[in-house]
Antibody
């Protein structure tokens, strides 16, 4: 079955960097767009970025453009999110999800705290 | 791109039907067939309920249905059940190939 596992979250200082990973299994990873969405504590969902199946197309929310970089390694079935110039308002749980007309499968999330 | 607008809360009694609206613009909902809805119960991961405006993934009960008119999408839950109490979010692709979520709606089943 489809399984997505995020890692790489943790505590970092404002201005710092983190690299999140999302390891996929149970489906043909290279055939799907993949996405990152975040949720601040007690708040709603905020789309962060997505990457096309071949990695050529990368799209970002205005709030992270220029600071975050999405990438993927189809051979390793893994997607990444490089977070630079971390801000306090980047704090939240970061979910990776597969995109197929909607976010059809989600990971359990990894918590990023900027403090 | 601004978040789509949803009512903060709705409520209903078991067995009733409720509708949650999701208001956007001609740059998102009005120009996209990739409108989707999600259910998130406390402490859990969001779950896809509806994709491409009206389609239901396998395993989602047909009590959940989606529609769209102009710049507004709607999620209708019929035969409300206690287990439907959760937060609901809409989402849409935009004209600039980005994605936007709604502000979220808390459903209370009385």
């Amino acid at each position: 079955q489809v399984h997505l596992v995020e890692s790489g979250g943790g505590l970092a200082k404002p201005g710092g960097s983190l690299r999140l990973s999302c390891e996929a299994s149970g489906f043909s990873f290279g055939d799907y767009y993949m996405t990152w969405t975040r949720q601040a504590p007690g708040k709603g969902l905020e789309w962060v970025a997505y990457i096309t199946s071949d990695g050529a197309g990368k799209y970002y929310a205005d709030s992270v453009k220029g600071r975050f970089t999405i990438s993927r390694d189809n051979a390793k079935k893994t997607m990444f999110l490089q977070i630079n110039t971390l801000r306090v308002d980047d704090t939240g749980t970061y979910y990776c999800a597969r995109w197929r007309g909607g976010f059809d499968f989600w990971g359990q999330g990894t918590l990023v705290t900027a403090s | 791109h601004s978040a789509l607008t949803q009512p903060p809360s709705v409520s209903g009694s078991p067995g009733q039907s409720i509708t949650i609206s999701c208001s956007g613009t001609s740059s998102d909902i009005g120009n996209s067939d990739r409108v989707s809805w999600y259910q998130q119960s406390p402490g859990t991961v969001p779950k896809l309920l509806i994709y491409e405006v009206t389609e239901r993934p396998s395993g989602v009960p047909d009590r959940f249905s989606g529609s769209k008119s102009g710049n507004t999408a709607s999620l209708t839950i019929s035969g409300l059940q206690l287990e439907d109490e959760a937060d609901y979010y809409c989402s849409s692709f935009t004209r600039t190939s980005t994605i936007v979520f709604g502000t979220g709606t808390s459903l209370t089943v009385l």
